[in-house]
């Protein structure tokens, strides 16, 4: 059982740059695929990013490309960069892990799940 812990969260300005960390409670690099995603309020939980298991390959969506980044290191942590963040990002922001090193878009492909650390955008 891979325990996530997010942090980072916090209240950041619109078009600031902000970075969250999700520390797993083993190593994760290579057999596990990572992803991040948030939740706003009233909306579904929604795919943002997610990195293969050696850190090869890296997805993300439509409304992030070009703003936000992804990576991780060799042994237990994932980072979500954030930039130019905009007031309807706000939200509760997880990191997720995938029993296998190729990653996924799909939150039902991601068998474990950290508690969510909170963001919010807003001058």
């Known amino acids: 059982q891979v325990q996530l812990v997010e942090s980072g969260g916090g209240l950041v300005q619109p078009g600031d740059s902000h970075t969250l960390s999700c520390a797993a409670s083993?190593?994760?690099?290579?057999?596990?695929?990572m992803g991040w995603f948030r939740r706003a309020p009233g909306k579904d939980r929604e795919f943002v990013a997610a990195?293969?298991?050696?850190?090869?390959?890296t997805y993300f969506a439509d409304s992030v490309k070009g703003r936000f980044g992804i990576s991780r290191d060799y042994g237990k942590n994932t980072y979500l960069e954030m930039h130019n963040l905009k007031p309807e990002e706000a939200a509760v922001y997880y990191c997720?892990?995938?029993?296998?090193?190729?990653?996924?878009?799909?939150?039902?492909?991601?068998?474990?799940w950290g508690q969510g650390t909170q963001v919010t955008v807003s001058s």
């Open positions: 997720a892990a995938r029993d296998d090193d190729s990653a996924d878009l799909s939150r039902a492909e991601y068998h474990y």
């Open positions: 083993e190593r994760t690099f290579i057999r596990f695929a």
């Open positions: 990195i293969s298991g050696n850190g090869g390959a």
